[in-house]
Nanobody
Framework: QVQLVESGGGLVQPGGSLRLSCVAS????????MHWYRQAPGKQRELLAV???????NYAGTIKGRFTISRDNAKSTVYLGVSSLKPEDTAVYYC?????????WGQGTQVTVSS
């Protein structure tokens, strides 16, 4: 069956950095466009970044310049590097795999930015 498993979240001080990972199994990873979303308490899920199967990237304006999405098709993994973190970045971060044949979500990883 299809699984997406995020990791790398945690508690970090303002200004800090993390690298989130999402490992996929049960899909042909290389044909999927991969996305990172986040959802803060009481807010709607927000699209942060997308990396197409060809490697092209796009970012939401709110995080552009601070977050970097990348992928390693050999490891079936997508990454989100997050830096210059602010308390308002506190949220559950989710990866999503999309293709013409389906859309799949991971369970999320919590990022908490606090001193």
């Amino acid at each position: 069956q299809v699984q997406l498993v995020e990791s790398g979240g945690g508690l970090v001080q303002p200004g800090g950095s993390l690298r989130l990972s999402c490992v996929a199994s049960g899909i042909t990873f290389s044909i999927y466009n991969m996305h990172w979303y986040r959802q803060a308490p009481g807010k709607q899920r927000e699209l942060l970044a997308v990396i197409a199967r060809g490697g092209g990237t796009n970012y939401a304006g709110t995080i552009k310049g601070r977050f970097t999405i990348s992928r390693d098709n050999a490891k079936s993994t997508v990454y989100l590097g997050v830096s210059s973190l602010k308390p308002e970045d506190t949220a559950v971060y989710y990866c999503n795999a999309q293709s013409r044949t389906g859309s799949y979500w991971g369970q999320g990883t919590q990022v908490t930015v606090s001193s």
